[in-house]
């Protein structure tokens, strides 16, 4: 099997893009993993997957699939790159385009500087949202926020749990640099306290409106960006009263502007992501 991709970047995050609509598509997960692998296949956190949409209010179906090849809900820098692959590849014309994906339907929006804007719906901070089973744990109110003392092998750690349309477990760090990323991300990602997993993020105020973040993202390992773990360690802030709208977040990749207006009473309010996305090269590559 040929398949014709396109490799593209979001502050660093990095993605297998692939045209469904063109070409005849057979994914398993040992296929996404050759694709995503850095040494033996192209090399990606995801591979992302554009196909026609059933749902007469969208534009497009948005797929997406970590390296380890299993399929999960939302990739916000995915989102962002789908826009400009979709332009590139001349599939749409739309500045703003509407995509189903597997955690509800998102609003990517092309600006005229060439950064996208997504509208990434609304957070939600209901344990079940996450797949985030809270019976039996210790929970403590930070700002309108509440955080639960989650168990790890020997220590505890305090996290604070939203959905961004995928399950985050975000805690807030002294120091980014020191932040036990890799074993503390491992072990919240299989927790047993989450249905489906969870992506770690590790989150340091710098101000009221700069955050440095750091995400152990489900099936990828440590990224150098995460668009939905950057939407929710702000809001998260936001509604712990210690940041303010809109924040940029800092990951090691590059910069990701965050705007969210708390209501704080759950009723509808979307967080507003931008940030740049760009094609890095494009080719073919034959699977057996």
């Known amino acids: 099997m040929r398949l014709r991709f396109t490799k593209m970047q979001g502050a660093g ?8 609509i063109a070409q005849k598509l057979v994914l398993d997960p040992a296929t996404v993993r050759k694709l995503a692998d850095r040494r033996l296949g192209i090399g990606a956190d995801q ?22 090849g299993g399929e999960v809900e939302q990739c916000g820098n995915g989102a962002r790159c789908f ?20 955690g509800g339907m998102i ?91 969870v992506n770690a993020g590790f989150a340091q105020i710098v101000d009221r409106s700069h955050l440095r973040l750091r995400v152990w993202e489900r099936g990828a ?28 977040v800092r990951a090691r990749g590059g910069e990701l502007k965050i705007q969210w207006m708390d209501s704080r009473d759950d009723s509808g309010t979307s967080v507003q992501m931008s940030g740049p996305a760009s094609k890095v090269f494009e080719g073919e590559i034959e699977l057996p």
């Open 13 to 20: 995050n990095d993605f297998v893009m692939l045209d469904g």
């Open 83 to 102: 826009v400009q692959f979709v332009h590139q590849r001349g599939l749409s014309t739309k500045r703003r385009i509407r995509v189903v994906t597997t």
């Open 107 to 197: 609003e990517p929006r092309l600006e005229d500087d060439g950064s996208v804007s997504v509208d990434m719906g609304v957070p939600d901070f209901a344990p079940q949202a996450s797949g985030f089973d809270a019976s039996g744990l210790r929970r403590r109110r930070v700002g309108a926020i509440d955080v639960w003392q989650l168990p790890l092998d020997n220590s505890s750690v305090e996290v604070g749990v939203v959905s961004m349309g995928n399950p985050h477990a975000v805690q807030f760090v002294e120091d980014i640099e020191a932040a036990p990323v890799e074993p503390v991300g491992a072990m919240l990602e299989k927790h047993r306290r989450f249905a489906n997993g």
């Open 221 to 248: 390992g440590e990224t150098l960006a995460c668009g939905t773990g950057a939407c929710a360690a702000a809001v998260a802030g936001i509604r712990a009263g210690l940041l303010d709208s809109p924040v940029v």
């Open 47 to 68: 591979v992302l997957v554009v196909e026609a949409s059933d749902d007469p209010q969208a534009d497009f179906r948005y797929r997406i699939f970590n390296a380890d």
